[in-house]
């Protein structure tokens, strides 16, 4: 009797597979490892997956159109709109001010004295800072 369950632990089961060994926990861990890295290297050696690899590290680094130089471009576009966004808003103060000065002479001889210091012979200006 004894003798049929030993054989019975050292015959497969019938999906070609040995059956599950019931001892401890630490005797099944390095077993669960190397099943588990062989299913890696499997992976690995997949032709798909070194193809996709190889497909991928040309669109990203080796390229000269890589994605890498893509999101360079893009964030220097980012910050270009922004500065052009800043110069139409100095655009808009500059025509502002330009309809002010050109609507009223007294304006303009202020303007002129006060940035240009525009004065008459006899006239002192003095500058506060």
Known sequence: MEEDIQQN???????????PQTGPAEDRQPEEKRR????????????????TFVFAVIVLF???NNLIRWA?????VLRQERVIR????????LDGKLDELTSDRDSLEKF???QYYFHREDEEVFIVD
């Open 9 to 19: 632990l050292k015959q497969p089961a019938q999906d070609g597979h040995p059956e």
């Open 36 to 51: 588990s890295r062989r299913k890696f290297v499997r992976i690995l050696t997949n032709k798909y997956f070194i193809v």
């Open 62 to 64: 080796v390229d000269r």
């Open 72 to 76: 360079g471009d893009y964030i220097e």
């Open 86 to 93: 800043q110069y139409h808003r100095d655009i808009e103060a």
């Open 112 to 114: 002129a004295r006060e």
